[in-house]
């Protein structure tokens, strides 16, 4: 990521962060989307190959998200829960193909079914109409931070996204459906811009990699 933009980034996340301590104020949504829209510009620079057009479209889904719960999440949730569950598909199918498991993998997979099996019996008595939405939100989320896990293209920064992103949407799940979080919404974007960022500085990691790989074998 050039470090124009990176700074754009860290200065634009930490405003919407910090501002969420204030009342609320017009227009705070589009300061929510501008963190994830730098990353966009920054991802739209890559070689056009599928993994770049596969995250583009993550992040691009990713931030009409984050369009529908910061203009009203009272009455937009489940479209900006759409979003992200078509954002997360991108991301899953851009992390393919997946490596042979070994090392302490298997016990993370289980670690990441355990928690959501306990997050789901949680939620459930809250859940209502929600139920079915939220139950595959929680399934497309827990196969994209597992693939994060297994993906061939894996890097510790592409398997702490994916571990971020389950923190974000966990803090949000427990927050609107099961008890208040103080400060829910500060701890929520905090986790969720650094899950991007992660996400984003994994899969530059695996195409440098793919780069260098193929300069080698040209060779």
Same mark, same amino acid.
């Given at each position: 990521?050039?470090?124009?933009?990176?700074?754009? %980034?860290?200065?634009?996340?930490?405003?919407?962060?910090?501002?969420?301590?204030?009342?609320?104020?017009?227009?705070?949504?589009?300061?929510?989307?501008?963190?994830?829209?730098?990353?966009?510009?920054?991802?739209?620079?890559? =070689?056009?190959? #599928?993994?770049?057009?596969? %995250?583009?479209?993550?992040?691009?889904?990713?931030?009409?998200?984050?369009?529908?719960?910061?203009?009203?999440?009272?009455?937009? $949730?489940?479209?900006?829960?759409? !979003? %992200?569950?078509?954002?997360?598909?991108?991301?899953?199918?851009?992390?393919?193909?997946?490596?042979?498991? #070994?090392?302490?993998?298997?016990?993370?997979?289980?670690?990441?079914?355990?928690?959501?099996?306990?997050? /789901?019996?949680?939620?459930? =008595?809250?859940?209502?109409?929600?139920?079915?939405?939220?139950? !595959?939100?929680?399934?497309?989320?827990?196969?994209? !931070?597992?693939?994060?896990?297994?993906?061939?293209?894996?890097? =510790?920064?592409?398997?702490?996204?994916?571990?971020? $992103?389950?923190?974000?949407?966990?803090?949000?799940?427990?927050?609107?459906?099961?008890?208040?979080?103080?400060?829910?919404? $500060?701890?929520?974007?905090?986790?969720?811009? %650094? !899950?991007?960022?992660?996400? /984003?500085?994994?899969?530059?990691?695996?195409?440098?990699?793919?780069?260098?790989?193929?300069?080698?074998?040209?060779?």
């Amino acid at each position: 990521m050039p470090i124009k933009i990176k700074r754009l %980034f860290i200065i634009s996340a930490a405003l919407y962060c910090f501002s969420i301590l204030l009342p609320p104020y017009p227009g705070h949504w589009l300061l929510k989307m501008l963190p994830v829209a730098l990353l966009i510009i920054t991802v739209s620079r890559w =070689p056009g190959d #599928n993994t770049q057009k596969l %995250f583009l479209a993550g992040l691009m889904f990713s931030v009409l998200g984050d369009f529908f719960l910061g203009y009203d999440s009272q009455h937009w $949730f489940i479209f900006g829960l759409g !979003a %992200f569950f078509i954002a997360h598909i991108a991301y899953i199918v851009a992390l393919m193909p997946i490596a042979k498991i #070994n090392g302490v993998k298997p016990y993370a997979i289980l670690a990441y079914l355990a928690g959501g099996s306990l997050m /789901l019996s949680l939620l459930l =008595p809250g859940l209502a109409e929600l139920l079915v939405p939220v139950i !595959a939100y929680m399934s497309i989320l827990l196969v994209m !931070a597992i693939t994060a896990l297994l993906s061939k293209k894996s890097n =510790p920064w592409m398997m702490v996204g994916g571990l971020s $992103f389950v923190i974000s949407d966990a803090m949000i799940g427990l927050n609107k459906f099961y008890l208040t979080i103080p400060q829910a919404q $500060f701890f929520i974007m905090i986790s969720y811009y %650094f !899950a991007q960022y992660a996400l /984003l500085q994994g899969f530059a990691n695996s195409q440098q990699q793919k780069a260098q790989t193929g300069a080698l074998i040209t060779e």
